[in-house]
């Protein structure tokens, strides 16, 4: 897993000659003039050479973002779509640009359809309208430098895919896990990630030449190209295909109205200003209600660092935050989200009062629901939904960077489950999401799939100010988890003092909100392995409390990377859970 810790990154004017930028032993960097932490060594060196080429923060973004797919194809790339948060020093506003997928105009509103078994004949029903690209180029249009060309860009990604990059224990695990979806291609897909009978193990060199011809593509024409040419008419075939109903005019529409811009998502706590994604994601606001109630709370941090009292507490926040989450969020275009009572304090206020020190709340387990009312603080009454859990996946990916300007860029994208669908449009060489998993399948809940629709995303890159002034910034990967991964490593630095890499580092729990919770039923609690000795105190409150995998820590609770302004310095800091990797200079 990498190192457990602060690891003590390299100090000087950036990486020499000498250094091996892709040595996990050592994941964070301090320095003065810019840094990228990104969950692939290879990503973070294709963003600070276009930093120190004179790009900024958006250029060395972009450039992370193409190489990521290349370096995780397994997590994010060409057919999905993500989320940025951007703050600008100079004007002091955030930019929430946001390019997640959404259901074609013809997805199916058959909701049984979508609990069949998958396979290479039904698999594509499950795949949205690919953004990454609308999303990706426009943003370096809109807020790039201008000095650094698209194919200057995409060089680092192409040669990556070109050339090959050594295939890291976390990839080799994800290909050996998810080697019937790759086969679903035939032979051709499958001998890139394997000997032909076998995995690609750790060590073993990827190439994907039919990635880097695709990149080429991307770099060699336009926008509108991408999504009205060749290669949207090959996603289209491969949707068809295997059952799927994404369309030429889906593409353009996707080119014409992608990325959606606005300002982000705002809250604070305790001083510390937040700028989250808004909807579709749910996690930015779920971050802001889960802060909002330990403020209320008071002094967290008086309870002692992953005391069994302190996880109590953080454990009933985020299973109140969940509830709420599958009850009133979703696509703020197509469904009445409450954002102004969910965000509310005063809603915070109520919603803590569920929490019993020494004592687990266990929901519906008690008879009790998992949501709350927050049209009481929203300021009228709103459509009333069901309540309904929405689909699960691990995967997904993240980076931050920071430019010398001080201007921060975070990014979270994916494909959703590893490898997305499995299905990768001819001669291309990426894999094709399975976003419309992440819809709820329960007539009347307000997640439900709809036409033109995007999936409800735990997606929430996120920057915090302290006095108005940049203070950190940070994402994660790992669909449910990333709440509370990203709430932990919050709290680690504003109310323990950590560092980026402690914070990071430091061991994490999840507790999530059910409604399958039979009455009397202890309340279900991951904890990571190196938390084991607290068991036993954890359950005598009324959790049953699992020490997750034999590993110390585990990348099923999330893969943060991140940057913390440390006076005149940047400290950036990556998971261990992950390949995750922090470069600078």
């Known amino acids: 897993m990498g190192c457990f810790g602060a690891c003590g990154g390299k100090n000087d004017d950036g990486p020499d000659e000498q250094y091996d930028y892709t040595d996990l032993s050592v994941r964070d960097f301090i320095g003065q003039k810019g840094i990228i932490a990104a969950a692939s060594p290879y990503a973070a060196k294709a963003g600070l050479d276009i930093l120190k080429s004179g790009g900024n923060a958006f250029d060395a973004a972009v450039a992370t973002s193409f190489a990521l797919g290349v370096a995780e194809p397994s997590a994010s790339g060409l057919g999905g779509g993500g989320m940025m948060i951007a703050y600008n020093v100079k004007t002091q506003k955030s930019l929430f640009y946001n390019f997640r997928e959404f259901a074609p105009a013809a997805a199916d509103t058959n909701l049984a359809n979508y609990k069949k078994p998958m396979t290479g004949e039904n698999c594509c ?28 860009i995409l060089a680092p990604a192409i040669e990556l895919a070109e050339n090959g990059i050594s295939v890291t224990s976390e990839l080799s695990k994800n290909i050996s896990e998810s080697t019937a979806k790759i086969m679903l291609n035939g032979s051709e ?18 190439i994907q030449k039919d990635l880097a011809k695709t990149l080429r593509y991307v770099s060699e024409h336009t926008k509108e190209q991408f999504y009205t040419g060749e290669i949207a008419q090959k996603i289209v075939d491969a949707s068809r295909s295997h059952g799927g109903s994404i369309s030429m005019e889906d593409m353009r529409y996707a080119y014409e109205n992608y990325p959606v811009k606005s300002e982000a998502l705002t809250g604070t706590y305790k001083g510390f200003g937040i700028l989250t994604a ?23 941090s008086e309870l002692g660092h992953n005391s069994t009292e302190y996880i109590n507490l953080i454990s009933t926040v985020m299973q109140l935050a969940y509830g709420d989450k599958e009850k009133y969020m979703a696509d703020s275009a197509f469904s009445d989200v409450p954002l102004t ?22 929901g519906t387990a008690e ?6 009312d927050p049209y009481e603080y929203n300021g009228a009454a709103g459509k009333i939904y069901s309540y309904g859990e929405s689909g699960e996946h691990e995967s997904t990916t993240t980076f931050s960077v ?8 975070t990014f979270t994208q994916t494909i959703n489950n590893f490898f997305g669908c499995g299905i990768v449009p001819d001669g ?17 809940s307000i997640n439900v799939v709809e036409p033109l629709k995007q999936p409800a995303s735990y997606m929430m890159p996120t920057v915090l100010l302290k006095d108005g002034k940049p203070y950190a910034t940070l994402g994660s990967p790992g669909g449910s988890r990333i709440p509370s991964a990203v709430l932990q490593v919050v709290l680690n630095m504003t109310e323990f003092g950590m560092d980026i890499q402690k914070a990071i580092s430091a061991p994490r729990v999840y507790c999530f909100t059910t409604v399958n919770e039979a009455p009397g039923t202890p309340k279900s609690l991951y904890v990571e392995n190196s938390l084991k000795s607290l068991l036993p105190s954890l359950n005598s409150f009324g959790y049953n409390a699992v020490a997750y995998s034999d590993w110390e820590i585990d990348s099923y609770f999330g893969g ?26």
């Open 560 to 585: 943060v990377q991140g940057i913390k302004v440390e006076g005149d310095k940047y400290h950036g800091g990556a998971d261990p859970r992950r390949d995750g990797k922090a470069l600078g200079y």
């Open 341 to 362: 009572g969910l965000t509310s304090k005063e809603y915070a206020r109520k919603r803590l009062q569920k929490y019993t020190a020494g004592k687990a709340y266990t």
């Open 367 to 372: 008879g009790d629901v998992p949501y709350g």
């Open 189 to 206: 897909v499958w001998n890139v990630f394997s000997d032909g009978i076998e995995g690609l193990y750790e060590g073993d060199t990827l």
């Open 428 to 444: 291309t060489g990426f894999f094709l999401n399975n976003e419309t998993r992440d819809f709820s399948y329960e007539e009347g």
């Open 402 to 409: 920071i430019d010398e300007e001080g201007n921060i860029v």
């Open 125 to 152: 029903i499950e795949t949205a309208v690919p953004t990454q690209v609308a999303g990706l180029l426009t943003i370096l249009e809109e807020q790039g430098s201008g000095k650094i060309s698209k194919s200057q």
């Open 278 to 300: 808004s909807s579709p994601s749910t996690g930015g606001t779920m971050l802001i209600e889960m802060l909002n109630m330990l403020e209320c709370y008071g002094n967290a």
